[in-house]
């Protein structure tokens, strides 16, 4: 209903059973990306398209926006009940605390032999053949793709199509 400027998301770490804890580090904060979907003649709407990662973005009075938390479980985290909380940061107006509670089950995921699991072509590495990056900016692209490798790994996917000379 106004504007709020820059809002920054902040999640505490978790406290479970026992003293068992969940570090904020663990925590990843992302904010959809939108894309415009026409909807019939001059209108659209505005859908989630992709996950960016990062914990601030701008709300303006004519605006919502949702974050996407990811929490990674260390190994050996204890099952039970972990309490915490999400802070929203306005630069315009008072912080906001949300309490978070989440079940962690007793249990391990384990991979499914003789299934491979994957999703579209994967272009982390394609900057790398521009002959305009400096040196910093190719490893920087080269960080970032391994980052996003790293991620569809923690996410299931055991396959990419990788659609540049640069295969791992």
Not at 42 to 52: F, G, M, T
Not at 109 to 130: A, H, K, R, T, W
Not at 135 to 146: R, T
Request: with cysteine; aromatic share 8%; proline share 7%.
């Amino acid at each position: 209903l106004r504007d709020l400027g820059r809002v920054r998301l902040e999640l505490s770490g978790l406290t479970g059973p026992g003293g068992a804890s969940i570090p904020s580090s663990e925590v990843r904060v992302h904010v959809p990306q939108l894309l415009k979907v026409r909807t019939g003649g001059s209108s659209y709407q505005l859908v989630p398209r992709l996950l960016a990662e990062q914990s601030d973005v701008d709300i303006p009075a004519d605006r919502t926006t949702s974050f996407w938390i990811t929490l990674h479980m260390p190994e050996n985290t204890a099952a039970g009940d972990y309490r915490g909380v999400v802070r929203l940061v306005p630069e315009k107006g008072a912080a906001l605390e949300i309490p978070l509670s989440l079940r962690v089950l007793p249990l391990t995921l384990e991979p499914v032999p003789d299934i491979d699991y994957g999703m579209c072509m994967s272009y982390e590495f394609f900057e790398l053949e521009s002959k305009d990056l400096s040196q910093a900016d190719k490893q920087k692209v080269m960080q970032d793709g391994l980052a996003m490798l790293r991620d569809y790994l923690e996410h299931g996917m055991t396959t990419v199509a990788v659609s540049s000379p640069y295969y791992f």
